[in-house]
């Protein structure tokens, strides 16, 4: 595989990408309003628990429920982005150029999963930085003695916002090669993508009270992301993009 | 590797008894053996749903067939471990221009350039040069979404040939474009061919293939006809000759038919007739007329159109299609 064609066409779907305003407003515009939420629900934790209407106790899992909130950035804009990628091309016509190119089948599945999981992955990121950071502030300046989740619950997180990414980009990509116009790509892409989320809410919703119990749902969130991954890249052929079927 | 193969084969494609079917539907392309040759522009020609891109969807390894094989330049398109000099070789142009519309033309070119191993001086040299023949390289910074179809269509061009390849496959390559844009593609075609490339394309329009090509082939899904369009009209209708007569009329019909042509008619004070064998036929058919007191105007060829030979050979399997 070589890796000037895989950034090659990641560079490129950036570059489209930066020109579609209403897509860039979407992706903007989820993140953004889920940060804030994030932010607004740490500050009104912080001061519940001022006011005495919250225990100390109580809080980890208060905040943690407002920062579950946040994985749906990996979740929606890795599907957004992942679902667009491959279908795209093939209304837009290009797809057979871009076929009759030098390039291998997995040189392009990696170089069209780039782009989703550098903005569902990345905006996650930040987002819990923001958000961590927030809460930091809140909390300090309220001279309360709880300590905002640290550093495991931040890599916690960071696991999941990833795991969540990865699996979303490749379930988009599949959908979306094997789509032929853009709606069903997203349609179906989110019909695989959202209970998934709801699955690790549902099994994330506990934390942090266990970390072994976050262990066992990681090791399964990371079987079902390799099983997606391998599936993905089985499937991703450039005649049954083209045509398809094979 | 950039430019492909630049070997002395003299077959560029050879296809052998290539089938290509789709699931629950019949054969969209059935038993295709046909060799092309360097150095020629060859056409496809065909009805709507013939197999026209399929075929060069074969050619170009794009697709792979469900039946048979395709050699280009001598490699197997089934050998997946050699698809980058197979694409390295071909330059191929789809039916829709299919370009990046919210990227520059430049940048289209400079990403399709980079996939075929480029470097970014050779992209810019190539784009410069190519553009500025098509006289668009001072609108290379512009959006494509901006260009006429004219316009997407030449950069799809140039895009094609970027890499140098020996050879180009054009589908339906002046489709569309208004009669300016068409001759300035048709012209580039011929000038490529004069640089040793060999061309191939799929058309509709058969007065381009005519034009154009040195050899077509006719496809109904599967082979109908494969020849230069001077052989196919010579295969498909006798000699066709126009006598005009200062004072035609039905003797000379008579006359006609008395020295062996088996079609004659009169159109105006043209006498039309089918000489299957004219090099002995005209010049008694001369002297007879000239006999009986016929006073000739001129002699001249009925030249047959590469229309005429391809909807005889679709009519003679059942119907001009659709």
């Known amino acids: 595989m070589r890796m000037g064609r895989v950034w090659e066409v990641a560079l490129k779907d950036f570059a489209e990408l930066s020109t579609n305003k209403a897509a860039l407003f979407g992706l903007i515009f989820i993140p953004a309003l889920l940060t804030l939420l994030g932010v607004a629900s740490t500050y009104m934790v912080t001061r519940e ?34 679902s667009m990628s491959v279908v795209l091309e093939k209304t837009g016509r290009t797809l057979e150029p871009l076929l009759a190119t030098p390039i291998r089948d997995r040189e392009l599945l990696w170089g069209k999963a780039v782009p989703p999981l550098a903005i569902g992955v990345g905006g996650a990121y930040l987002a819990f930085g923001i958000v961590f950071l927030a809460g930091d502030i809140f909390l300090a300046s309220a001279h309360l003695p709880i300590e905002f989740p640290g550093g495991m619950g931040l890599f916690a997180m960071l696991v999941l916002a990833t795991l969540l990414g990865i699996l979303s980009t490749f379930v988009s990509l599949l959908i979306s090669s094997r789509s032929k116009e853009l709606r069903t790509a ?29 262990s066992v749902a990681v090791a399964v969130l990371v079987a079902l992301t390799a099983v997606i991954i391998w599936w993905t890249t089985d499937r991703f052929e450039r005649v049954t993009i083209l045509l398809g079927s094979p | 590797m950039a430019g492909g193969i630049q070997a002395p084969y003299r077959d560029v494609i050879v296809a052998t008894e290539l089938t290509r079917s789709y699931r629950g539907a019949p054969p969209a392309v059935e038993r295709l053996s046909l060799t092309i040759r360097q150095g020629e522009i060859f056409a496809l020609l065909g009805p709507n749903g013939a197999g026209k891109t399929t075929t060069l969807r074969m050619l170009s390894a794009l697709i792979q067939p469900t039946g048979g094989h395709v050699e280009v330049l001598g490699i197997d398109t089934r050998d997946p471990h050699r698809i980058d000099e197979i694409h390295n070789s071909l330059g191929i142009l789809p039916e829709v221009a299919g370009l990046y519309e919210s990227l520059t033309a430049y940048r289209n070119l400079q990403f399709f350039g980079r ?19 098509f006289e668009i390289w001072e609108r290379r910074d512009e959006k ?54 060999t061309i191939v394309l799929s058309t509709h329009n058969l007065d381009d293939a005519d034009r154009l090509s040195d050899r077509v082939a006719i496809l109904r899904s599967r082979l109908l006809a494969l020849d230069t369009p001077a052989r196919l009209k010579e295969r498909l209708f006798d000699r066709v000759v126009a006598v005009e007569l200062a004072r035609p009329d039905a003797g000379a019909v008579e006359i006609a038919r008395a020295a062996g042509a088996q079609g004659a008619q009169l159109e105006g004070r043209r006498l039309i007739l089918d000489l299957p064998d004219a090099e002995t036929t005209l010049p008694e058919l001369n002297a007879r007329l000239v006999y009986a007191g016929y006073r000739i105007v001129y002699v001249q060829p009925v030249v047959r159109t590469l229309e005429e030979v391809y909807l005889k050979l679709l009519e003679s399997e059942g119907g001009a299609g659709g």
């Open chain 1, 49 to 82: 628990i001022s006011l005495g209407h919250l225990s100390a106790a109580q809080a980890p899992a208060a905040i943690y429920a407002s920062l579950l909130l946040l994985l749906l950035i990996p979740t929606t804009n890795s599907t957004v982005v992942g």
């Open chain 2, 115 to 133: 996939l075929h191993g480029l470097s970014d001086s050779t992209i810019y040299e190539r784009s410069r040069d190519l553009l500025s023949s």
């Open chain 2, 144 to 197: 494509v979404e901006t260009f006429s179809k004219g316009m997407k269509q030449k950069v799809a061009v140039v895009r094609a040939m970027l890499h140098d390849p020996p050879c180009l496959i054009l589908d339906e390559p002046v489709s569309g474009l208004d009669p300016e844009a068409a001759k300035t593609l048709r012209d580039f075609i011929l000038d490529q061919r004069r640089q040793g490339k």
């Open chain 1, 186 to 214: 997203q349609w179906f892409s989110f019909i695989v993508a959202l209970p998934v989320f709801g699955g690790v809410i549902a099994a994330f919703a506990i934390l942090p009270h266990s970390w072994v119990d976050y």
